[in-house]
């Protein structure tokens, strides 16, 4: 079998030449004429006139090739719990009799059901499984709610703790009503009911996202994902505080559940997932990189970053690690979850998202860096301010938004598998002077210098643009100097950094808040922070990160792609603003002679 150089992408519809030795054989042996007739891959390679080294990003054309929507409640790789019922499994739960009936019924498994019989019974069943983050998923399929009348025939999905503590999503067939309950310390609360005729079989849904908890059910009628939303409630505001998901002393004493309750009667289940949420959307893009740029490129996958989006606003997101196959751009898969804990708090597990991971070779360490989105708002303690109005920087001490990070020895696994970081407050969130938030940051080393692209908001919500530091020549990623930001921005984020014909650019995006004739524009800036021209690409809905990627193939050329997300919601009438968007890739027309980066 033929080696390749693991960070080059397969050319699969040409014959490749492996080294420029081969096309010089190729030259030699057959003669220049008879070489370029028989193999197609010369004649391009002759054709082309265009080198790396002379291209202009305004010189490439970027179309759309690939747009689909990342949709999974339940995260394909991160399943913690898989019950079809097709063997008595009934070692596996704690089956509780919570109150007020105090009766757990009779419950059996066999032949792929679980069936719970009795009278006057309200049975959990309490697996040995659960998350490390309060991001989780609990699907029920139902075969059959009872056939008697009564005030209760119920399906439960949740996390449970005992027959005292637990959270659920809840569906009643008797009263068609859909509903999130809490028991904390023997007071069980209905936080909120919703009509719902739903009738079995059915595939019923709890998804916690921090404290927000959300019933679901399956709907492959839906235009996005194949769930619809019934009802959602944030459980710490709603018990004043007496139920935080994020506490770790909390989360740890919860495991995925599911339940059954009946005035009289049997309620049949058809299995049981869970584990770690998933996405309804994604957003926020950015390659995982090497220091110098190169991007990270093994087996001929791609790896970067991406949020995914959760039930709701900002905090409810999280973050994650995704391969993308460079021969089939709908081949994704989420392989890594990354949470955190905020500087000197290692007692909240939080989702905070939209940053960068790089690898620094020359010290042996990922740099990590991430916006702390995941304790805005409500969750956080409605940090958030008063939109329009600028706060003094002298009187900014806690900006509900700003940049964290945190390093780790190379030798981790960091790509795969679940981490929670311990962040720490970068000190780029200083310059030029405090404001009222800064996110998106991004991280390359180039000429001995660092150099930190970010968002810099002056006002939280109307009045953010892109900023660039960078340290001195030699000097780590955390002594840095201001060089400059766009003042003249009011809703451009999204920067990237990145090499495009051997030349650094700072990319960003214009969101619609930008005046019209702003719209849907690329904006490109030196290293100096000048403007230098709009990129020419499509620009979806919403503030779509311009992450354009060079990619090696094994001809010797290098092909340019940008993935992006989109403004797309979800149920945003029941579920609010952040749910979104689809997944984007795009090609240049233009393959150029050469590399951007020398493949690793």
Excluded at 247 to 266: E, I, Q
Aim: aromatic share 10%; proline share 6%; hydrophobic share 35%.
């Amino acid at each position: 079998m033929e080696k390749r150089t693991s960070g080059v992408a397969n050319e699969e519809t040409l014959k490749p030449l492996p080294s420029r030795g081969d096309f010089l054989k190729a030259l030699g042996a057959a003669g220049m004429g008879a070489a370029v007739a028989s193999n197609v891959l010369l004649r391009e390679a002759l054709s082309k006139e265009r080198l790396v080294s002379n291209l202009r990003p305004t010189d490439l054309t970027f179309s759309i090739k690939k747009q689909y929507r990342p949709f999974d409640l339940l995260a394909k790789n991160f399943v913690q719990l898989r019950d079809g019922f097709d063997s008595d499994t009934s070692g596996n739960y704690a089956v509780l009799a919570p109150a007020p009936e105090s009766n757990r019924g009779s419950a059996s498994i066999r032949r792929g059901t679980l069936r719970v019989n009795g009278d006057a019974y309200f049975a959990l069943f309490r697996s040995t499984t659960s998350q490390e983050a309060p991001f989780a998923t609990v699907i029920v399929d139902v075969e059959r709610f009872s056939d008697t009348t009564g005030a209760e025939n119920t399906v439960y999905a949740g996390l449970v703790q005992d027959e005292s503590n637990y959270v659920t999503a809840f569906y009643n067939n008797a009263t068609h009503r859909a509903g999130i309950s809490v028991c904390v310390d023997g007071t069980a609360t209905t936080l909120g009911t919703v009509d719902a005729v739903l009738g079995a079989p059915l595939r019923f849904a709890f998804v916690a996202n921090e404290n927000e908890v959300t019933a679901l059910v399956g709907d492959p009628t839906s235009s996005i994902g194949d769930f619809r939303p019934l009802i959602k409630r944030d459980v710490k505001f709603e018990t004043g505080g007496a139920l935080d998901l994020r506490d770790v002393t909390v989360l740890a004493n919860f495991k995925n559940g599911f339940g059954a309750r009946a005035t009289s009667g049997a309620i049949v289940l058809g299995g049981v997932e869970a584990g770690y949420y998933g996405e309804a959307g994604v957003r926020d893009p950015h390659v995982i990189q090497y220091a110098d740029g190169t991007p990270y490129i093994k087996d001929n996958k791609l790896y970067f970053t991406l949020t995914n989006a959760g039930l709701g606003f900002f905090e409810k997101a999280h973050w994650t690690v995704w391969t993308m196959d460079l021969s089939d751009y709908t081949k994704t898969e989420q392989i890594g979850n990354i949470f955190w804990h905020n500087p000197g708090d290692s007692t909240k597990v939080l989702g905070h998202h939209a940053g960068q991971i790089v690898l620094d070779e020359e010290k042996g360490r990922w740099i990590v860096l991430v916006s702390s989105w995941g304790d805005f708002g409500p969750q956080g303690g409605d940090r958030a301010l008063t939109p329009g109005v600028v706060t003094p920087p002298d009187q900014i001490n806690n900006p509900p938004v700003d940049i964290l990070y945190a390093e780790l020895p190379s030798s981790t696994n960091l790509l795969g598998g679940v981490h929670i970081l311990d962040g720490r407050r970068h000190p780029v969130n200083d310059l030029p002077y405090k404001t009222e938030g800064k996110w998106d940051p991004g991280l390359t080393r180039i000429g001995g210098r660092w150099y930190l692209s970010y968002v810099i908001a002056l006002d939280l919500f109307t009045d953010f643009q892109p900023a660039l530091a960078r340290s001195p020549v030699g000097a780590d990623h955390t002594a840095l100097e201001f060089v400059g930001a766009d003042w003249a921005k009011r809703a451009t984020e999204g920067p990237i950094i990145q090499k495009i014909g051997g030349r650094w650019r700072v990319l960003a995006s214009c969101g619609d808040d930008e005046p019209p004739e702003l719209h849907d524009k690329y904006p490109m800036y030196t290293l100096e922070m000048s403007f230098d021209g709009y990129l020419n690409a499509p620009h979806p809905t919403n503030i779509p990160h311009p992450m354009v990627v060079p990619i090696p193939l094994s001809t010797g050329n290098t092909r340019y792609i940008l993935i992006t997300f989109e403004g797309t919601q979800y149920y945003i009438d029941l579920l609010g603003y952040g749910t979104h968007g689809d997944f984007i890739v795009m090609e240049a027309a233009q393959v150029m002679r050469g590399y951007e980066f020398t493949p690793r």
